[in-house]
C-alpha cells in the first residue's frame, strides 16, 4: 500500500470517508449528511487518511456531554450547552490499512490537540468489540445504567469509554 497520511477533512472527502465508513461499520450505517454536520460543527476534529489511491480511513471528533453519546445516525442540529468531554464519534481504516500502526499516531495527536484546548477527556462507544483496542489507547470503560439505555442502537457489545488528559 502507498504511503498514507493524516490530514485535515474536507467537504471534497465526504464521499470517500462514506465509502469507508460503510465497509468499516456495515451494521451501523450513517448517512453523508451525518458527516457533513459533524465537519461543520468541529472541522478541526475531522481527519482522513489519505493516500496517492484516495482516502483509506476517517476520524471525526466533536465536543459533546459526558455519558450522553448521540444516537446513530441522527443529525445533532449543534454542540449542546455544556460540552464537557470531547466525543470521538468514529475512527474508521479502509480493510487494506488496518494493522499498518495508523490509529495510534491520530489518536495521540487528538489528544494533544484537546488538551491544548482545554478537554478534560475524550470519550467514545466502542462497537464491534474493539474495547480492547482501545484500551490499548489509555481509554477505560464506563457502565451506568442510563449509558445501557442510550447504547442499545450501537447494538449488543457496545461499551461506553473515556480517556482522561
Request: proline share 10%; charged share 20%; net charge negative.
Amino acid at each position: 500500500m502507498p504511503e498514507l497520511i493524516w490530514r485535515p477533512m474536507t467537504e471534497g472527502d465526504l464521499d470517500e470517508v462514506v465509502a469507508v465508513a460503510r465497509v468499516a461499520f456495515p451494521n451501523h450505517p450513517e448517512d453523508r449528511a451525518c458527516f457533513a454536520e459533524r465537519l461543520g460543527l468541529n472541522p478541526r476534529g475531522c481527519f482522513v487518511l489519505d493516500g496517492s489511491e484516495g482516502v483509506r480511513g476517517y476520524l471525526v471528533a466533536y465536543p459533546w456531554r459526558r455519558e450522553a453519546p448521540p444516537a446513530l445516525n441522527t443529525l445533532v442540529g449543534a454542540v449542546p450547552d455544556g460540552a464537557d468531554v470531547l466525543y470521538l464519534h468514529d475512527l474508521a481504516l479502509d480493510p487494506r490499512a488496518r494493522g499498518a500502526g495508523h490509529a495510534r499516531p491520530i489518536i495521540e495527536r487528538l489528544a494533544r490537540q484537546a488538551a491544548a484546548e482545554g478537554w478534560p477527556a475524550i470519550a467514545l462507544v466502542a462497537v464491534n468489540d474493539a474495547a480492547v483496542f482501545w484500551q490499548s489507547l489509555g481509554f477505560q470503560p464506563v457502565e451506568s445504567p442510563a449509558l445501557r439505555t442510550r447504547l442499545a442502537s450501537y447494538g449488543p457489545d457496545a461499551r461506553y469509554m473515556i480517556r482522561p488528559l
